[in-house]
């Protein structure tokens, strides 16, 4: 099918048809589906520790599932398995789409994909063995790292191949995100494992590094591969066209320029200038949010509005980008605050809330051209339940946070009692990861039926039809 | 635009730019930190054999998804005290009158001396702090004027200082931690009860701690059949808590490991950067 396509490219200079790109990026299928598994693993592992949060009692004869393995098990799960890994298909067939190109490089991408899978898997079972490294966002033991990277490579070189086999014309906002991104991640998570793992700096200067590979980790890896997704999808869905290049362009350069410098909070024992450096620069930061979200929200009003439900889940993402950007600021301002459950409310919604549904919108947009199927089972039903979880998750992180802050700043109130009032504020968010778990299994079955109905539609093609195939393969590739 | 290049060249040069000023830039000017020279030797000194290996266990447990090992210093005061009134001592009594009416300047004075440092003025600013030592020492006393870090973290008692960079050179990784839904870890060898109590928290929180929302960890321990005479380190542990008869429970090695880094976490020395005054009373 691959080379048909090909060829007629090559010798007719008319682009390929939506319908042909698609179905020749199928294998995408692989690592999107991988990474919708992880997902549901990811936020199961999330409900136990929410649960063991309130209820200490709670498996508590098991060293694998103790706190703290399950909390950043859960978090490398979202980030490695999930985010980066469904970011990657999203983003490739995204560059296919604007490039007007079929994909390039399955055969590689299928096989980075899988290593990909490997290197999560060994990294989350060396989190439970207890081989974690002991750095936030970094835990994964030498084994599952250096998978990991290694078919980064091999992934992140077919994307650039995908870029460079675009049709010549105007690059697309999405472009430059993806592009950006390609770059940024291995630079970032080969400087910090070998800052910190392979050649150890001494002191707090691990601080620093770690400091500046979470901030790079989120602001620039999961930021970039976020809006490349709403930059894409918003105009889209909405039949509209990007309100302003130029707002886009001030938004990526100033992300681009700011973007590595945050992260520093308050209170960290680093040198002052580092702090009021990181502080500011999430100030600063605010200028790319605020430019992105006010193009895309022109954007959806300039929409023609077609009643798409897909819409809800990019709008929603907007949405929790903006507020991240907000309450980045306050972390960065407000003394104890980022040390409450705050601080992880931010994190969790920036990680659900804003990079998860503009992610499973995409997925849900891709999966049936992806199989050539349709099927809408579920979309309301997941969608409904991701961005109730998300919402209650954060809501009672980021209210019981401020509380807590309070409590805390007051000397007089003891310690286990500031815990044990914010109880119910964490009963609430397990509630949320249950909507959440709900939802990711609810997208991951409409996916996998869209899978299976395509692949049945193959194999009854091939049986019946064994002997002409051949000359149907053509008609089959077109439509 | 356009083109792919200059996006990558873009890029590039921003990110060594951030790499250049957050990575480098720190590690020039902390990075290359020394011991520091203390009058009682060098601080910090590195973990004993024990307490570097309950490290690796604070580590592989994730006890920093929880624990943070930070202390906040929001402001700063001062205490001058006395601690020898000198030979004239009528003229050290005026100018004790002088500086804190409200004090027995007889009293304090006579019963100023070097292990009794006697508190003149508590929580004022540096000036006035320097302007009554200078007076004293006119008058022929001695008087100190100590340094009073406050802030939440040191009321709560997590800490008589800020910590500051000189306190994690050896831990290897640092686990400074960025969450306090436990307490604050970093003087805690200063507070902890005895190897007993620690082991008991750990087998069950509760036991120690009636409300406390922390995991148990009675994976770090064995619960064996008793040999002809119970283990000399098995928890007294009674009611709901008790093994099945017949049994008792055992901390692993891992668990008394645990125990010895815990107790070995103190960022207490009063140091140049961090000054802290040692605690006048316990």
Redesign the interface.
């Known amino acids: 099918m691959n080379g048909s396509t090909s060829s007629s490219v090559s010798t007719t200079p008319a682009p390929p048809t939506s319908a042909c790109i698609d179905s020749s990026a199928r294998i995408l299928l692989l690592p999107i589906v991988s990474s919708l598994v992880w997902l549901v693993i990811s936020s199961v592992l999330a409900l136990i520790a929410s649960v063991k949060l309130h209820s200490p009692t709670v498996l508590a004869d098991s060293s694998w599932l103790t706190y703290g393995h399950t909390r950043p098990a859960a978090n490398d799960a979202f980030v490695y398995g999930f985010a980066s890994q469904a970011g990657l298909a999203v983003a490739l067939w995204i560059l296919c789409r604007l490039g007007r190109n079929t994909l390039v490089g399955a055969l590689p991408i299928a096989i980075g994909s899988i290593f990909w899978n490997l290197g999560v898997t060994f990294g989350l079972v060396g989190i439970f063995t207890g081989h974690t490294t002991g750095f936030d966002w970094l835990e994964f033991p030498k084994a599952g790292s250096f998978i990991l990277l290694a078919s980064y490579g091999v992934l992140g070189i077919c994307a650039l191949l995908n870029f460079r086999a675009r049709q010549p014309g105007e690059t697309y906002p999405s472009q430059w995100y993806i592009l950006a991104a390609l770059f940024w991640f291995p630079w970032l998570f080969t400087t910090a494992r070998m800052l910190l793992v392979q050649f150890p700096v001494r002191g707090v200067m691990q601080l620093a590094v770690s400091g500046w590979f979470t901030n790079g980790l989120f602001t620039l890896w999961l930021t970039s591969l976020g809006l490349a997704v709403l930059l894409y999808f918003i105009p889209k869905i909405s039949q509209a066209q990007l309100f302003s290049r130029s707002l886009a362009l001030i938004a990526f350069w100033s992300l681009a320029v700011f973007g590595g410098w945050a992260g520093f909070y308050r209170g960290l024992p680093l040198p002052a200038w580092m702090i009021s450096t990181g502080a500011a620069a999430s100030v600063v930061l605010l200028v790319p949010m605020l430019a992105t979200v006010a193009n895309l929200w022109l954007t959806m009003g300039q929409g023609t509005h077609a009643k798409s439900g897909l819409l809800g889940y990019f709008k929603y993402s907007l949405i929790a980008f903006a507020l991240c950007g907000v309450f980045a600021v306050f972390n960065a301002f407000i003394p104890q605050l980022r040390l409450t459950l705050f601080g992880e409310g931010v994190e969790q919604l920036f990680l659900y809330g804003f990079v998860g549904l503009a992610l499973l919108g995409a997925i849900h947009y891709l999966a049936p051209r992806l199989t050539g199927q349709e099927n809408d089972k579920f979309v309301c039903w997941s969608g409904m339940a991701s961005t109730f979880g998300i919402l209650l998750f954060a809501a009672a992180f980021l209210i019981g946070g401020i509380l807590q802050q309070k409590r805390l700043i007051d000397g007089s109130v003891p310690f286990l009692d500031v815990m044990n009032k914010t109880k119910m504020f964490i009963r609430l968010s397990t509630l949320g990861v249950l909507l959440l778990v709900i939802g990711n299994i609810l997208t991951l079955a409409r996916v996998l039926l869209l899978v299976r109905a395509c692949c049945q539609a193959c194999c009854s093609s091939c049986c019946s039809e064994s002997k002409p195939s051949v000359k149907l393969k053509p008609a089959g590739a077109a439509r | ?2 083109h ?1 290049p200059l ?2 060249l ?3 040069v ?2 060594v ?3 250049w ?3 480098f830039a ?2 020039v ?5 020394q011991n520091a020279s203390l009058v009682d030797g060098i601080y910090p000194r590195p973990r004993a054999g024990l307490a570097e290996q309950g490290h690796h266990v604070y ?8 624990h ?1 090992q ?1 202390v ?1 210093q ?1 402001s700063y005061t001062f205490d001058v005290v006395l601690t020898a009134p000198g030979t004239n001592n009528e003229i050290v009594i005026r100018a004790l009158g002088k500086i804190a009416p409200g004090i027995n300047a007889g009293a304090v004075a006579a019963a100023a001396t070097d292990q009794k440092p006697q508190t003149i003025l508590t929580n004022v600013p540096q000036g006035v702090a320097d302007d009554a030592q200078a007076r004293l020492k006119k008058a022929g006393a001695t008087a100190k004027t100590l340094f009073i870090p406050l802030g ?1 973290d040191i ?2 008692g997590w800490g008589s200082r ?22 604050d870890l970093a003087n805690y060898g200063q507070r902890a009860p005895s190897t007993k109590l620690i082991l008991e928290h750990l087998y ?3 036991l120690t ?1 009636d ?10 321990f064995e619960t064996k059949p008793v040999g002809k005479k119970p283990s000399p380190d098995a928890l007294a542990l009674t009611g709901k808590f008790a093994p099945p008869a017949g049994h008792e429970v055992v901390p692993k090695p891992e668990a008394l490991q645990l125990v010895a880094y815990l107790q070995s976490l103190r960022a207490s020395a009063p140091l140049f950067e961090a000054p802290a005054s040692p605690a006048p009373q316990p």
Request: with cysteine; charged share 15%.
């Open positions: 635009m356009n792919g996006i990558f873009g890029v590039l921003t990110f730019m951030s790499w000023g957050l990575i720190p590690q000017q902390i990075g290359v930190q580590v592989a447990n994730g006890c920093v998804q929880c943070s930070q906040r929001e939440v009321a709560r800020l910590t500051v960079a000189a306190d994690y050179l050896y831990d290897q990784p640092v686990q400074v931690g960025h969450s306090r839904l436990g307490p069950d929180p509760r701690m409300k406390s929302l922390m995991p148990a960890h009675r994976y770090l």
